[in-house]
């Protein structure tokens, strides 16, 4: 059984940083692709990073490039989402997921999910 767990949220002043962490366990995931989705109050999931496991292919949304890093560790098994420069509007709950690497990195359909943990940002 797949189980993401996140975690790293917190309250921080526009400017600041974040590093959000995503532990996986439950399979091997070399042939899966993780993302990083967000959800804000009101408004729609959106996927804002995400990384081919077995190669380390990325995907950033424009809403977060230069300013977040994906990135994943072999040997913890998780995968880290580095937030710098931070903006009130990147306030959201924020998910990790997992799907096989099957499709484009784009694509948003994903399997597995954490729970989420939340990321406020203070104007």
């Known amino acids: 059984q797949v189980q993401l767990v996140e975690s790293g949220g917190g309250l921080v002043q526009a400017g600041g940083s974040l590093r959000l962490s995503c532990a996986a366990s439950g399979r091997t995931f070399s042939t899966y692709t993780m993302g990083w989705f967000r959800q804000a109050p009101g408004k729609e999931r959106e996927l804002v990073a995400a990384?081919?496991?077995?190669?380390?292919?990325?995907y950033y949304s424009d809403s977060v490039k230069g300013r977040f890093t994906i990135s994943r560790d072999n040997a913890k098994n998780t995968v880290y989402l580095q937030m710098n420069s931070l903006k009130p509007e990147d306030t959201a709950v924020y998910y990790c997921?997992?799907?096989?690497?099957?499709?484009?990195?784009?694509?948003?359909?994903?399997?597995?999910w954490g729970q989420g943990t939340q990321v406020t940002v203070s104007s």
């Open positions: 990384i081919r496991w077995s190669d380390g292919i990325t």
């Open positions: 997921a997992a799907r096989r690497s099957i499709g484009g990195i784009t694509t948003t359909l994903y399997d597995y």
